[in-house]
């Protein structure tokens, strides 16, 4: 052939083209190895996560707020706005239920990230009020990220969810106490995949509207008696994406950044708690997300290498919203002592909370799943008046000993409870700043707990506010 027929030169020098078509180069005869890259290296930066251990409302907001002070970035990975977080800073009580707590530090970027399930109308409303009440929020949209994959709660899910309430009490004559704010229903939109996200909202609306006629309309064929106004809803969801776009994010991206690039304090919020997880909580009575630290990984895109100290939050005795199994509730002077003096009311609902005794079996179940570095054990100061406190450390079914906490529900209704009995301290202990200055009793009790779970306990809460929350270690 001739030379001139563009023939390749196939010795490793650059290629030309042949009858018009460019040829790809050959690889060299070797690639030089990184031998670096054998060695294993610890990740650059890690997350620090805060999870509830027993079924929610431990005050994970407070130690939240606490390890926010100094961090970074501060992120929520499942749940929406069924969650409740009370923060008091500077006098000023600040509800939270999707927006993460750590939004008041000034210093730190808020993240929700894609395990979260958003309801815009709840996002902005949030904001508003909260805004209302002290300086604490100012400026939240310059230092909140939204990840693009998070899914959109919409009001017909709400509305599902409270139809589906009301079709289980007349079904069954029990329901699940919910909170009614669609995050099942947008859940289960998520795992059937007809779900919406964030990214289509804020891309082609005319293709995100299409989705959304379709998906309103397969509710409404599943819920004949829903109502939905459809075109009012996607004249409101036309509006917060534009409000919505500056702050949305590739969320993958962006925790990879943080990740691996300069040192960084990064904090994770997790919501509800251990026994609402649901995969290992009390089945049905539980939220639709995994609250557990497997979420962590899956909520925000991070790498089970990149999860560092799992701080577990415990409330010095047990409460619970709604229905289901309660081993240590007490209908009695005590339960409404513990309600009335812990001022036990959801945040989000505003329901009465059930109280009973602090039940170690289920913290210990909560610990073999997230396997918690240390707890934070909170309001302490609630039992001050209590002359003796009992403690849960075994059940029972049929009088044999459960060598382990049940998975099923007509089980856990049946369990009978072995408790210790400690001595109270019957004194205040609001004005406490340090391990020492806690009462005798009131110390024992903290060791007693750590001895059971063997796991340190590194805060106690002894108040409502920031500084009352003593650091052990």
């Not at 993460?100 to 709840?122: D, E």
């Not at 995100?208 to 379709?214: N, T």
């Not at 909370?353 to 054990?377: E, K, Q, T």
Request: charged share 25%.
């Amino acid at each position: 052939m001739a030379s001139g027929s563009g023939m390749a030169n196939l010795n490793g020098q650059d290629t030309v083209a042949v009858n018009g078509e460019p040829v790809v180069k050959r690889l060299r005869e070797s690639i030089q190895y990184d031998s670096s890259l054998r060695t294993p290296k610890e990740p650059q930066n890690k997350v620090t996560v805060v999870l509830g251990a027993q079924w929610g409302d431990e005050g994970k907001g407070k130690v939240v707020d606490l390890l926010a002070m100094d961090a970074d970035i501060v992120c929520r990975c499942q749940g929406g706005n069924n969650a409740g977080h009370t923060v008091v800073v500077d006098s000023v009580e600040y509800d939270f239920h999707l927006l993460p707590s750590g939004v008041l530090n000034k210093k730190a970027v808020s993240f929700i990230g894609n395990g979260v399930v958003i309801h815009l109308p709840g996002l902005f409303e949030e904001a508003e009020k909260n805004l209302h009440k002290g300086k604490g929020l100012h400026g939240w949209e310059e230092r909140l990220k939204i990840s693009d994959r998070a899914h959109i709660v919409f009001n017909f899910h709400q509305a599902v969810d409270g139809i589906q309430e009301q079709q289980r009490q007349q079904q069954e004559g029990k329901n699940l106490g919910t909170t009614k704010k669609g995050i099942g229903p947008a859940y289960s939109s998520k795992a059937a995949r007809n779900g919406l996200r964030v990214c289509d909202l804020v891309s082609d609306f005319k293709v995100f509207e299409d989705k959304f006629r379709m998906l309103a309309e397969h509710f409404l064929t599943m819920y004949p008696n829903l109502k939905v106004d459809i075109d009012s809803e996607l004249n409101q969801l036309k509006e917060y994406a534009e409000r919505l776009r500056p702050l949305v994010t590739d969320g993958v991206y962006f925790m990879h950044k943080a990740l691996t690039g300069p040192s960084k304090k990064i904090l994770v919020e997790g919501a509800n708690a251990a026994l609402l997880d649901i995969d290992f909580g009390t089945y049905p009575f539980v939220t639709s997300s995994n609250c557990t630290v497997g979420g962590v990984c899956t909520g925000l895109g991070v790498p089970p290498s990149h999860v560092g100290r799992v701080y577990g939050v415990v409330k010095a005795y047990t409460t619970r919203v709604g229905v289901g199994a309660f081993p240590t509730e007490q209908n009695n002077d005590v339960g409404d002592l513990l309600q009335s003096k812990g001022r036990e009311f959801g945040v989000t609902t505003g329901r009465r909370r059930r109280c009973g005794w602090l039940d170690l079996i289920l913290v210990r179940y909560a610990h073999m799943v997230n396997g918690f570095s240390a707890i934070a054990l909170t309001k302490l100061d609630i039992l001050d008046t209590l002359p003796e406190i009992k403690v849960a450390v075994a059940y029972k079914v049929d009088g044999k000993p459960l060598p382990s906490f049940p998975a099923n529900m007509d089980v856990l209704t049946r369990v009978s409870v072995d408790y210790e009995t400690l001595p109270g301290w019957c004194c205040s202990t609001e004005a406490a700043r340090s391990l020492e200055e806690l009462p005798q009793q009131a110390q024992n009790y903290i060791r007693f707990i750590e001895n059971f779970l063997q796991v340190p306990v590194k805060w106690v809460g002894v108040g409502k506010s920031r500084e009352s929350m003593i650091k052990l270690f």
